[in-house]
């Protein structure tokens, strides 16, 4: 069974700056998804990036990044210039490639809340 | 944009009352998903349907849980008899395919057993 660790409860960051939400995971398959999910108050969780894991650049969605490195089990999220608005939690999640049973589930971390400070 | 509905937004009941929780997925959306998340605590798969059957469940989802999809638009979890641990937000979600990794999120029902 695949797991996700994000090791950081609560993080911070300054607005305009520059913030890395760190994630691992563990999976003994070599194809699959990694997502970052976003869940602001209004709880309503929102797609922010993904990565597959057979592309080696890393994906970017114009303020967010990240940093997949695939031998190291690690999909880290930047977020640049920092905005009010991205004030929220963020999930890390995976999903397998293939599923014999049809399923395509997502495994979540469990949350990194981000604050921003005006 | 199409969007993926769910009512109640908050739900309180007894323990021991049967509750349904609704969910309205995409139209052309052909997986189905219920996720669960205890105050605090991460998100947590508990059932997913394809083509009328359940595809897959986790040791969460128990015979105390059912999904259905009585019609072509709703797509229901139903908890027979509450427990107080059974408190969560409770997420429905869909995607349209294999090829279409990107789940969409409903805003959830946030249940209250009492």
């Known amino acids: 069974a695949q797991t996700v660790t994000q090791s950081q409860p609560e993080m911070s960051v300054q607005e305009a700056e520059t913030v890395t939400l760190s994630c691992t995971y563990d999976t003994s398959e070599s194809d699959y998804y990694l997502f970052w999910y976003k869940q602001p108050p209004s709880r309503q969780m929102i797609l922010v990036i993904r990565q597959e894991a057979y592309k080696q650049q890393n994906a970017t969605e114009n303020r967010f990044s990240v940093n997949f490195q695939k031998a190291a089990k690690s999909f880290s999220l930047k977020i640049s210039d920092s905005q009010l608005g991205d004030a929220a939690m963020y999930f890390c999640?995976?999903?397998?490639?293939?599923?014999?049973?049809?399923?395509?589930?997502?495994?979540f971390g469990k949350g990194t809340k981000l604050s921003v400070i005006p | 944009e199409p969007e993926v509905t769910q009512t109640p937004s908050h739900q309180v009941t007894q323990m021991g009352q049967e509750v349904i929780l609704r969910c309205v997925p995409i139209?052309?959306?052909?997986?189905f998903y219920w996720y669960r998340q205890i105050l605090g605590q991460k998100v947590e798969f508990l059932v997913s349907?394809?083509?009328?059957?359940?595809?897959?469940k986790s040791e969460i989802f128990d015979d105390q849980f059912s999904v259905e999809r009585p019609d072509g638009s709703n797509f229901t979890l139903k908890i027979r008899s509450t427990k107080l641990e059974d408190s969560a937000m409770y997420f429905c979600a869909s995607t349209s395919g294999q090829g279409s990794y990107e789940q969409y999120f409903g805003p959830g029902t946030r249940l209250t057993v009492t």
């Open positions: 139209s052309n959306h052909l997986y």
């Open positions: 349907f394809y083509n009328n059957e359940i595809s897959e």
């Open positions: 999640a995976y999903r397998s490639l293939y599923s014999g049973a049809g399923s395509y589930q997502l495994t």
